[in-house]
């Protein structure tokens, strides 16, 4: 079973960059969709990035141009490049994936939600100051 642990959160300045991974311990990733939310407290974990299996991707409209999802060759690592990073952007970032391959994501077809994944990863902490 998957084991997902995220890296690369930690303190900057607004419009400094920062690069997320996620990684599933010995565990291949399924040919689902795979993605990042960020919550902060007191609101509901929302979605960032999503990446389908042919390479589909979808943002949230406040990161795009900013962020970008992408996966290693080895299915073994998901990364989120997080560039021009504002205050905003601080939450608390997670990873997830889901093993039966039957959740689809891309433009105009379909989004997930939280509850649509079966593996979420610890979180990585955000935080970005003015």
């Known amino acids: 079973q998957a084991q997902l642990v995220e890296s690369g959160g930690g303190s900057v300045q607004s419009g400094e960059s920062l690069r997320l991974s996620c990684t599933a311990a010995g565990y291949t990733f399924s040919r689902g969709c795979m993605g990042w939310f960020r919550q902060t407290a007191g609101k509901e974990r929302e979605g960032v990035a999503t990446?389908?299996?042919?390479?589909?991707?979808i943002y949230a409209d406040d990161v795009k141009g900013r962020f970008t999802i992408a996966q290693d060759n080895a299915k073994t690592t998901l990364y989120l490049q997080m560039n021009d990073l504002t205050p905003e952007d601080t939450a608390m970032y997670y990873c997830?994936?889901?093993?039966?391959?039957?959740?689809?994501?891309?433009?105009?077809?379909?989004?997930?939600?939280?509850?649509?994944?079966?593996?979420w990863g610890q979180g990585t902490r955000v935080t970005v100051s003015s």
């Open positions: 990446i389908d299996s042919d390479g589909s991707t």
């Open positions: 997830a994936a889901e093993l039966s391959g039957f959740l689809r994501c891309a433009p105009g077809v379909y989004q997930p939600y939280p509850g649509d994944f079966d593996f």
